[in-house]
């Protein structure tokens, strides 16, 4: 059986007798942070059953908290804005240009003459049409675009700390830990932000650059699916590796190499995942065609968010199931004292265990 060479050390976990530092003020937790109950009344778990049902069971409950965390997500990438706004074209340079170089003698020549050679050759070449010209103001915008690079990791392991916070049931207060987590695990963070980032920019020029050029050549057919799988791939990795950066101790490599077999390994609840995301955001698209306005708020405020629980939801259960249960469960038996909050794992966890 394959071994995962992963030393475990649960860096998220407080020792209740650390002392609490007071929180401070901060716009996304004005509301939330409110001191209470690490579960909800009825005990209501989501991790316990990790079922479909369940998962609409923690996103009605849970819905001002997954609010707040797309809020902190967006606002934590605000330079993506300026790369929307160049690439919409919203800055460049507007002009009307003449389609053909006798355009200009042709609508001249229309103006006194009314044959009927002269009014096909003019409907023909002697219309104008519109020429966009990248200018100074759109390049600075898109440089500053591509500062989101920087910033994408931070926010991506910081909500996604949540979304699993929120799935085992504790108290979550989304502004405070996110940062709390982030500081943590700020090296990786970086790193995998950028690969991330880059990886998600290819796949996007990739897919619609072939998808435009599908009938040209078979080959570029063939690129085209085999893009597309090499995408849902990606997909599913994706959630696995943001997890475990700040759930274990791993270097970059290992966790890569991790959540590649959890493809395998969790390839069920990948599969779903997958449909559940696609669902959701032709949701949003069909809100977004029958009332535009709430369809181009949502992913301000909701979409991202959801999308996201998905992933982890997918994710975290096989993570702790081929990670975490086996350790813990020869720990407990060595010491019948054994402390799952503070505990610390320092031998390889195989899927024998």
């Given at each position: ?5 992963d ?7 407080e ?15 004005w509301?939330?942070a ?6 909800d009344?009825?005990g ?14 923690l996103?009605?409950?849970k ?5 707040s ?22 800055l460049?340079?507007q ?10 003698t ?7 003459e ?10 023909l ?60 695990n ?30 040209i050549?078979?080959m ?13 791939l ?14 274990f ?16 390994l ?17 949701l ?23 999308v996201d629980l ?27 004292d ?16």
């Amino acid at each position: 059986m394959k071994k995962y060479d992963d030393n475990y050390i649960d860096e998220t976990e407080e020792n209740d007798s650390s002392p609490k530092k007071k929180k401070r003020f901060n716009v996304f937790d004005w509301y939330y942070a409110r001191e209470g109950k690490g579960v909800d009344e009825d005990g209501f778990v989501a991790l316990d059953k990790p079922t479909l049902k369940n998962f609409f069971k923690l996103l009605w409950r849970k819905l001002g908290k997954l609010m707040s965390c797309n809020l902190f997500f967006v606002f934590s990438n605000f330079p993506l804005a300026f790369l929307i706004i160049s690439m919409a074209g919203l800055l460049t340079t507007q002009s009307i240009h003449p389609y053909h170089q006798s355009a200009l003698t042709l609508n001249g020549l229309s103006l006194f003459e009314s044959d009927g050679a002269i009014m096909t050759f003019n409907s023909l070449y002697g219309t104008q049409i519109n020429i966009t010209a990248i200018n100074t103001p759109t390049i600075v915008f898109f440089c500053l675009g591509f500062l989101t690079i920087f910033t994408w990791g931070f926010s991506k392991v910081g909500t996604t700390y949540i979304y699993r916070n929120l799935m085992k049931g504790e108290a979550v207060f989304p502004f405070s830990d996110a940062m709390y987590v982030i500081k943590r695990n700020i090296k990786q963070s970086l790193i995998f932000g950028i690969i991330d980032f880059i990886f998600i920019a290819m796949f996007i020029y990739n897919i619609s650059f072939l998808l435009a050029n599908y009938t040209i050549s078979s080959m570029n057919s063939f690129m085209f699916f085999f893009t597309l799988v090499m995408c849902v791939l990606y997909f599913f990795m994706r959630p696995y590796i943001y997890t475990m950066i700040f759930t274990f101790k791993l270097s970059m490599g290992k966790i890569i190499k991790n959540a590649f077999y959890f493809i395998i390994l969790g390839i069920k609840r990948n599969f779903m995942a997958l449909f559940g995301t696609i669902a959701f955001v032709l949701l949003n698209l069909l809100i977004f065609r029958l009332f535009m306005p709430i369809g181009i708020i949502l992913p301000f405020i909701l979409t991202i968010a959801i999308v996201d629980l998905i992933g982890v939801y997918a994710s975290y259960p096989i993570i702790k199931k081929y990670m975490i249960d086996p350790q813990m469960t020869r720990k407990s038996g060595e010491n019948e004292d054994f402390d799952e909050e503070n505990a610390e794992y320092s031998e390889e966890i195989t899927e024998e265990n």
